[in-house]
């Protein structure tokens, strides 16, 4: 594994708590290489351990947390993005053109 330039292979891992009052139905998380070489998406995982990765991380929503693993283990940034609503989430009816409602 390449370390990043903030952190070596075996230097200690480090996990970032950030909690939230508004709603977020997932966190959109990937690791970017660079702007050329495009992003990885990462997966929510159920708990972190000793062979998690970097960016991978633990969406708590009943304690509203948001766990984030951050390491040597992959090379370069890491994006975390809050979304409010997408598919799971209960949206208000659209009315149409003609007055009902899609």
């Known amino acids: 594994m390449a370390p990043n330039r903030y952190f070596k292979a ?3 891992k480090t996990h970032f708590k950030f ?3 508004d709603e977020r139905e997932l966190f959109d998380v990937s690791v970017s290489k660079s702007l050329c070489k495009g992003t990885v998406n990462l997966k929510n ?11 991978d991380f ?13 390491d ?6 890491i994006s975390l993005k809050g979304v409010i ?3 799971t989430c209960d949206m208000p009816e659209i009315p149409d ?3 009902g409602s899609e």
């Open 45 to 55: 995982v159920t708990a972190l351990n000793a062979t998690s990765l970097s960016g």
């Open 19 to 21: 909690n939230y009052t």
């Open 85 to 87: 609503c997408r598919d």
């Open 58 to 70: 633990v969406h708590d929503d009943e304690n509203k947390t948001l766990l984030v693993r951050v």
């Open 10 to 12: 075996d230097d200690p």
């Open 97 to 99: 053109s003609k007055g």
């Open 72 to 77: 040597g283990t992959r090379l370069g940034s």
